[in-house]
């Protein structure tokens, strides 16, 4: 049984004729008494009561007229649908970041918003670390880490330029200093982030190098309370821009610049090689790229070639 056989079907139906029906449609009698037949075949029943002259239905043809209605509306119904979701009236886009990355993803948000006001958005959150992985179990279609994963697999787009900032409260000893040293940090207090990540390593590795103690006295979940704690006096902290540049405008906290910890850092836009993106996900990414444009610098827009 297929849907055009239906519409013929039902154009007799509605018709009571034969030849009737074939005007409607746009076709030769025979050509209409054939697919009739066909779909007689294949519901094993008469539908049409050849002998009537008003082309009355059969039992059968009256409960298959219903069922067919139906079918032809959920085929309209599904047709819409994928109209709405091409012109972003309807659709939802899937999206992954830890705590740091979703920061970017504020202004672009609220950009898509602007864009896609029907598109429903969710950000889910999770190590970056793990995203490359969902991608893969197309738990999602995109996600922003700060790192490059496998060009073979995934496709990457850069979109924006953090730095580290060494951060303190106001009220701290070192606020007033226009910079210092790594070696004059040996005595500090660090509130550390205890989430294991390639940057907590270099961190390390850098005090280290420098032979210089690392006192992580405190450490914290999120990055929400490191720059509350060190807000309220407590120590310092070395924490990505992107999450503090708000407190460094209100003068909630000050940053202090360290020469021997400028580390740049590029968040990315990733998803897989083989994806067929939505539409929403690519009207997404034409937001990026008007975002990048409008804005400029931290925010660009740089597609990264595989063996690049």
């Known amino acids: 049984m297929e849907l055009n056989q239906l519409e013929t079907f039902l154009a007799v139906a509605e018709e009571k004729s034969f030849s009737r029906a074939a005007i409607r449609l746009h076709r030769t009698q025979p050509a209409v008494s054939q697919v009739i037949r066909k779909l007689e075949e294949a519901v094993g029943e008469t539908l049409f009561d050849r002998a009537a002259r008003d082309g009355s239905m059969t039992a059968s043809g009256v409960l ?11 085929r309209r119904e599904a047709s819409s649908a994928l109209d709405e979701l091409k012109n972003l009236e309807r659709g939802r886009l899937q999206l992954a970041a830890n705590e740091y990355t979703c920061m970017y993803l504020l202004p672009a948000i609220d950009a898509f918003r602007h864009v896609a006001p029907h598109v429903s958005v969710t950000v889910n959150r999770m190590l970056a670390s793990r995203i490359p992985d969902e991608l893969n179990l197309r738990t999602f279609e995109l996600g922003v880490i700060s790192f490059r994963p496998d060009p073979e697999q995934f496709r990457t787009i850069a979109v924006y330029g953090d730095s580290l900032d060494f951060i303190v409260s106001p009220n701290h000893p070192l606020a007033h200093s226009p910079r210092v040293s790594i070696n004059d940090l040996g005595n500090q207090n660090f509130i550390a982030h205890n989430v294991a990540s390639p940057l907590r390593r270099r ?4 005090f280290q190098r420098y032979r210089t103690p690392l006192n ?4 914290l979940p999120t990055i929400e ?6 807000a309220m006096g407590n120590g310092v902290a070395l924490v990505p821009h992107i999450s503090v540049a708000r407190e460094l405008e ?10 021997e910890l400028e580390i740049k850092r590029i968040l990315r836009l990733v998803y897989r090689r083989q994806a067929s993106l939505s539409y929403a996900a690519t009207a997404f990414l034409r937001t990026l790229r008007s975002l990048a444009k409008q804005q400029g610098p931290p925010f660009y827009y740089h597609v990264e070639r595989a063996g690049g």
Not at 216 to 219: D, V
Not at 250 to 259: A, N, S, Y
């Open 64 to 74: 298959l007229r219903d069922y067919a209605q139906r079918l032809l509306a959920l």
């Open 225 to 230: 309370a490191i720059k509350r704690f060190v």
């Open 250 to 259: 209100m003068g909630e906290l000050k940053r202090i610049p360290v020469d």
């Open 216 to 219: 992580m006295g405190i450490e």
């Open 203 to 206: 961190v390390i590795e850098t």
